[in-house]
């Protein structure tokens, strides 16, 4: 994937790029903005999403969004897209915001990522193949300062250190954590991610 050269596009494969940097970017803000019924359109019906808190289907996903009814905002810094034909593979590097609550206190987390998506042309149009994350880092502030959060070391330490305090507000919500995430802390999870995404962008 990453020998793939960059800096010599077509006039076509320009256009591609950015249709497909447009569709990630939108999906995203979707999700943020609660506009399920546009997110719906943004994934191929065969499509697969595999995060911290979810795996299945993207339809699954939006439903299971509608129901979280979570306030988190991604902040979108870059997106870099491999492209061949009919098939990309793109990774975004963002910031997640999740304003939650903990001991009384409002609390900002910050989940520190790389989105990881795999999209399709079918029928002239690019959508969603599969949408997978590589975790980072991650932080658990208060809002105000002159608050004070207190998590025992043991709570944290049965989670993934790339994704920690995530997993933390997320169990105190009921869900089920995936801990096998393609994460920092665990580079070959990473490389597994990367080869398979490879060998499909070059069939």
Same mark, same amino acid.
């Given at each position: ?9 077509? #006039?076509?494969?320009? +256009? ?7 569709? /990630?970017?939108?999906?995203? @803000?979707? !999700? ?61 590097? #963002?910031?997640?915001? +999740? ?7 409002? /609390?900002?987390?910050?989940? @520190?990522? !790389? ?89």
């Amino acid at each position: 994937m990453f020998e793939r050269s960059m800096g010599n596009n077509t #006039a076509e494969e320009i +256009i591609d790029k950015f249709n497909i940097k447009e569709l /990630v970017e939108f999906e995203r @803000y979707c !999700r943020d903005q609660k506009l399920w019924d546009e997110m719906e359109k943004c994934f191929h019906p065969d499509s697969s999403v595999n995060i911290s808190w979810f795996s299945g289907t993207g339809h699954e996903f939006i439903e299971a969004s509608k129901k979280m009814q979570s306030n988190a905002k991604h902040k979108i810094n870059d997106t870099l897209i491999w492209l061949n034909k009919y098939r990309a593979v793109v990774e975004m590097m #963002a910031t997640i915001h +999740i304003f939650g609550e903990l001991d009384g206190f409002p /609390v900002d987390l910050m989940s @520190y990522s !790389r989105l990881h998506f795999r999209v399709e042309k079918r029928e002239g149009i690019w959508r969603i193949s599969s949408f997978d994350c590589i975790c980072e880092k991650d932080l658990l502030v208060p809002v105000y300062p002159n608050n004070q959060i207190v998590i025992q070391e043991e709570q944290l330490r049965k989670y993934r250190p790339s994704y920690a305090s995530l997993s933390y507000m997320l169990a105190k919500e009921g869900y089920d954590i995936d801990i096998n995430l393609a994460g920092e802390d665990k580079p070959e999870t990473i490389k597994k991610l990367y080869e398979t995404s490879t060998k499909w962008l070059e069939i």
